[in-house]
Antibody
């Protein structure tokens, strides 16, 4: 069964650091872009960061640029999110998601998150 | 960044009702629009990709359509398991964005 399993969440003080991991199984991990999506308590979904399958391209939402770093180890089928200089507003459940490309009749790819992990909670508080 | 605006933010309906949720993009995104369903305490689930294509395993009562920068998710006949929060998401630019969500509640 295709599966994503996040770990590494917890309680951290403002200004602290945390590294999240996402272990993938039962699919060709290196063939797919991956993303991190977060959800603050009682709020909506927010895309945080994405990385290409070969890790040559990375993307970040403005609020985490310069503080968070996405990476992956394709030999270990694992996605990471290094979070530094954490703020209270970073408190959220963090999901990793597999980014699948669907192709229409003309061959154009349309991307969507077809597989999600169960999420890991990050709480930034003193 | 591309902004996605969903309406309504909440909706009350009954089992058997036909329901429509709308998402508007701040610029043209072709049909790079996806819909997700999320139940409390659970991860989101992909329903519709490329504006109108049904994800494998999703019931056919769910459908999506597009008109310019306006996108619609329709549930033809609500079932008890459909009461959840629904999100649209654009994948036109690599800096993906979600709508703010529509909570569908039982009337």
């Amino acid at each position: 069964e295709v599966q994503l399993l996040e770990s590494g969440g917890g309680l951290v003080q403002p200004g602290g650091s945390l590294r999240l991991s996402c272990a993938a199984s039962a699919f060709s991990f290196s063939s797919y872009a991956m993303s991190w999506v977060r959800q603050a308590p009682g709020k909506g979904l927010e895309w945080v960061s994405g990385i290409s399958g070969s890790a040559d391209r990375t993307y970040y939402t403005d609020s985490v640029k310069g503080r968070f770093t996405i990476s992956r180890d394709n030999s270990k089928n694992t996605l990471y999110l290094q979070m530094n200089s954490l703020r209270a507003e970073d408190t959220a459940v963090y999901y990793c998601a597999k980014d699948r490309s669907y192709y229409d009749y003309s061959g154009y790819p349309y991307d969507a998150f077809d597989i999600w992990g169960q999420g890991t909670m990050v709480t930034v508080s003193s | 960044d591309i902004q996605m605006t969903q309406s309504p933010s909440s909706l009350s309906a009954s089992v058997g009702d036909r329901v429509t949720i709308t998402c508007r993009a701040s610029q043209s995104i072709d049909k790079y629009l996806n819909w997700y369903q999320q139940k409390p305490g659970k991860a989101p689930k992909l329903l519709i990709y490329a504006a109108s294509s049904l994800q494998s395993g999703v019931p056919s009562r769910f459908s999506g359509s597009a008109s310019g920068t306006d996108f619609t998710l329709t549930i033809s006949s609500l079932q008890p398991e459909d009461f959840a929060t629904y999100y649209c998401q654009q994948s036109y630019r690599s800096l993906y964005t979600f709508g703010q969500g529509t909570k569908l509640e039982i009337k």
